[in-house]
């Protein structure tokens, strides 16, 4: 049995990922979840002196509080089941990543488990999102500097 | 010798006694009647998960060494393995059995592998009874495979749940009121180059079939109550059926095929594929089958299970998924 | 029930789509001819939906709101509308802000009409507050 041949019978055998249907709970789900962040954006605006760009901290904040407790009660890997990149692209997958493998590795201690292992998940968002912001503003500077753009 | 990978055994070697655990979610599973041990906690009282899963090891093997009338003192030996880093669960409860003991690994194929193993040490006439089996805890497994157990990552329909649980057997010389090992086939590693870790039941059925089909091939005649895979889940029992039906080893064989990963959970949506682990082969073939084989509801079965033989490592670094699968015809007279 | 819905929707879209922007605005000194010429210019302006102003002392503040689609390049139509601004009242101090908070603080302020001391000590922590970054 040759793998090309085998492989074609796993493609037709095998059940697919219903991408469609992912996408439209993907929808959702991240609609939803922007939904709670805005509420909770206006709420910071209405009852605190926050303005539109001051509330955005408080309210990654919050959103992280609440991932962080619905990870904890094991409802996030529900919603990460049912909602994929939905639950997982807006700031509570992040916040989710880092809880979970904080919970998960309790067993090893607070330094070489919990320490050592939080950013196992998370650690590629920081390291990519710092290394992109950095590309990007470097493309900019140069394209300032040649005067294609202003700042 | 070229066919030597399929043994007869001449002394017939009887499994007297099994013991089954499983943990809380096994309890929807159809075959829970059969089960020894139901667990409500599924770290077994336990601190970690890991300690939980050597306990749960530990506690199976008692049961069954108890269930046989024996102490852990009259076993010659205990061969056991499971699917954690350097199987430390198996050592530690091998540590507190106080036994001889030797670990194996075949990944999820280990239930059937030390079976054969146990069956080839009492054909020497050398022990008189061993004590075999394998166990694996979900979580103590999806942490070292997959991703944390609260991450949201979503699987495929594909992917399969490791179950909670260990089956474990005393194996020793023949009596006529208990099932024996009839035969065994020594299953040898099938690697189709399929590299998706969420899909391993695709990726074993070709090991399930390469071991199936030249067990067949040495037993030309025979025939089984039904033949039974480990775990290869809804997605890779539809595949061997097919590779069988498209071979024509035996049309006959297709209709008395059956799964333990498939069949584990019902007809539950939510475990997806269906359930998994070294656990699961374990506790269905030394709970449910060796019941009713005990009760002479069926004669002669096949059990095969299946492994994949992956790290987290292997696949990280793009290698395909290797698998292997063993055979063991059981038989009731 | 199902006509309650698209109804709620036809209202939703005509509101949202409403063409001229609203304007509330008010002036501590009771200047009508200084509103009415910033008022009307509110009213022109295509991109924004809503529009407050303070007069008070060569102060002048206002807030926006510009359209829902227009929201990419909100930090533009605010540049621009300032400038505007400010070449219509050269000789005022203005300060444009398109924040959401800041134009309910505006608010506020017009609701209450409060009087010339109080009126300086609210415009001077809504402009500090519109200063914060983080």
Known sequence: MDAKTYQQTVDQLAPKRPVLKNCLTAFLTGGIICGIGQIISFMYMYFFPFTERTSSNPTVATMVFIAMVLTGLGIYKKIGQFGGAGSAVPVTGFGNAVVSAAIEHKSEGFILGVGGNIFKLAGSVIVYGVFSAFVVALIKTILVQVGVINW | MKNARTYQFASKPSIVSTAVAVGPLEKQSPFLPHFDLVYDDERFGQETNEKGHAYLIEETCKLA???????????DLFLAGDLVNQMTPTNFAARELATPFMGMFSACATSISTLITASFFLETNHMERILFGSASQHNAIER????????GAQKPPTGQWTVTGGGFGVLSHYQSDKPYVHSATIGQVVDCELKDPLDMGSAMAAAAFDTIQFHLSQNKGTSYDFVMTGDLGKTGSAILKELIRTSGVSSYFVDQYRDAGAEFYGNNDKLLSGASGAGCSATVYYGPIYAELLKKQWKKV???????????????????????????????? | MKKLWFISCVLLLVGGCSERPQVTSYHVEDNQQELEKLEEFIADQEKISEGSAVFF???????????????????KITKSFEKEVKSLFPDHKVFVSSDLKISWE????????????KVKKDLDKLQALSKEAT
């Open chain 2, 65 to 75: 060494i108890m269930k046989g009338g024996f102490q852990t003192t009259d076993i």
């Open chain 2, 144 to 151: 070292q495979f997959r991703y944390p157990i609260e991450y």
């Open chain 2, 302 to 333: 096949l059990l095969v299970a299946t492994g994949a033989l992956l790290s987290p490592l292997s696949f990280q670094q793009g290698e395909s998924i290797p698998c292997i699968a063993h055979a063991v015809e059981l038989s009731m007279d």
């Open chain 3, 57 to 75: 002392d060569h102060e002048l503040v206002v807030t926006i709101q510009v359209k829902p689609l227009s929201k990419f390049s909100k930090e």
């Open chain 3, 106 to 117: 505006l608010k506020k302020i017009i609701e209450e009409q409060p009087e010339k001391d």
